[in-house]
């Protein structure tokens, strides 16, 4: 009897410590979902705020020089991007007929402009509030996505270590640690895809900045889905030739990225990198060329041990609390030789997605009006540092919009 007591308490104990963890790492999943689904409610909150002060900050401004004529000011908008998007029905020759854009009447001033409205009209690849709407729509289109990125990562890392061995005396940014590794799956970024397929900012001020875009278009766009009952929807949805097709397409994504070389290139040089990809990349307005760069890396501080103790220079600038551990980071770099870049006072890689988020949102909160002319001369190319608003600046953008 005790015997038999006592084996029938060995084998329930293993399945209640089984059940216990289940239960432990599905609070995780909870709470990991939680926190991305906040996360981007609040950056599509700060966003679309930021966006319409901007806006608002610039009309004011406008008002405030006494200019003339309505015409004249809206010169001064126009020279802000997506401004010359609109369209006032009036005969002037440089303010109408531009297509069927955001149409004003023409009577309505500067100062009366529907804020609201110009948001509303943006495109639907760079809304206001920053949220492009996810296009992988179930768990199981997900799961694809990361077992693709896993195995492609996975692949690159082992190039690296293979490169390593046979040209052991090359120093490069890229691979220093000769150590095979193991590519953990970015989770993360699955739950981020849940809620967005894309973060942007439609950057009024020309700043180049890049958006984060880590699984490009791949999915099932709502134009795939208009015109189909619910279930029609769930067949196209579990579809498996066209889950089976996305998928190559993502790998030839990632393979293609991965080939430019972009990443390796121009990645921080204090960061020892395995795996990852670039995730956007931020135009400037003048050369229309790279700027910026945003990417998704697997990463950490490169230190070198005998150097100062390990200890990593200008450590009083802010950087992401674990950098020196190994991790999935967002990282958002120049699309020069020469980093890592400063921005909004840090350096700007970030050990999660949420606190990408809120950083990427917070760009009015660093943007004064010194910044604002130089984002400005930077974008026609004026190499002057003028802190008035000179003319080259107002009518340089303008032409260019034209």
């Known amino acids: 009897m005790t015997d038999a007591k006592n084996t029938n308490l060995s084998s329930t104990t293993p399945m209640a410590g089984s ?22 409610t609040r950056f599509r909150s700060r966003m679309a705020a930021a966006n319409q002060k901007f806006l608002q900050d610039r009309i004011n401004e406008i008002e405030e020089k006494g200019l003339a004529t309505e015409e004249e ?39 009366d402009l529907d804020i609201p409205a110009v948001l ?9 509030d920053g949220v492009v709407p996810p296009l992988l729509r179930t768990e199981q289109w997900r799961q694809m996505y990361l077992d693709t990125v896993q195995r492609v990562c996975q692949r690159q890392a ?4 293979a490169e390593d061995d046979e040209e052991l005396d090359i120093a490069c940014n ?3 640690d000769h150590r095979p590794m193991a590519i953990p799956r970015c989770d993360e970024l699955a739950l981020f895809l849940k809620y967005a397929q894309e973060v942007v900012d439609v950057d009024f001020r020309l700043s180049a900045i890049p958006p984060f875009t880590p699984a490009w278009s791949i999915g099932i766009k ?3 889905l208009d015109g189909l009952g619910e279930g029609q929807r769930r067949d196209k949805l579990a579809d498996p030739d066209l889950l089976k097709r996305e998928e190559e397409g993502l790998q030839r994504y990632l393979e293609d990225e991965l080939s430019k070389g972009c990443l390796e290139a121009y990645i921080d040089e204090d960061l020892e990198v395995r795996a990852g990809f670039i995730t956007g990349i931020g135009f400037s307005q003048l050369y229309e060329c790279p700027s910026w760069y945003s990417a998704y890396v697997y990463c950490r501080l490169w230190t070198d041990d005998e150097e100062d103790d390990g200890k990593h220079k200008d450590e009083d600038i802010q950087d992401a609390t674990n950098i020196r551990d190994w991790g999935w980071r967002v990282v958002v770099f120049q699309a020069e ?19 990408f988020l809120d950083w990427y949102a917070s760009w009015l909160d660093h943007l004064d009006a010194r910044g604002l002319l130089s984002l400005r001369r930077h974008a026609i190319g004026c190499e002057t540092d003028c802190e008035s608003d000179c003319e080259d600046h ?4 303008y032409a260019q919009n034209f």
């Open 337 to 355: 030789v020469v980093n890592p870049s400063i921005l909004h006072g840090r350096r700007a890689r970030f050990d999660s997605i949420p606190e």
């Open 73 to 111: 000011k809206r010169r001064h908008l126009l020279q802000y991007k997506w401004m010359d998007d609109i369209e006032w029905d009036d005969e002037d020759s440089e303010t109408c007929g531009r297509r069927d854009w955001t149409r004003i009447p023409q009577q309505t001033s500067v100062k």
């Open 394 to 397: 107002a009518t340089g953008i």
């Open 174 to 176: 890229s691979h220093k």
């Open 222 to 224: 709502e134009e795939e």
């Open 19 to 40: 059940a216990s963890a289940s239960a432990a790492d599905t609070d995780t999943d909870t709470n990991a979902n939680e926190t991305m689904r906040l996360a981007i």
């Open 158 to 161: 082992d190039a690296i270590v």
């Open 120 to 128: 509303n009209a943006l495109p639907p690849h760079q809304p206001a």
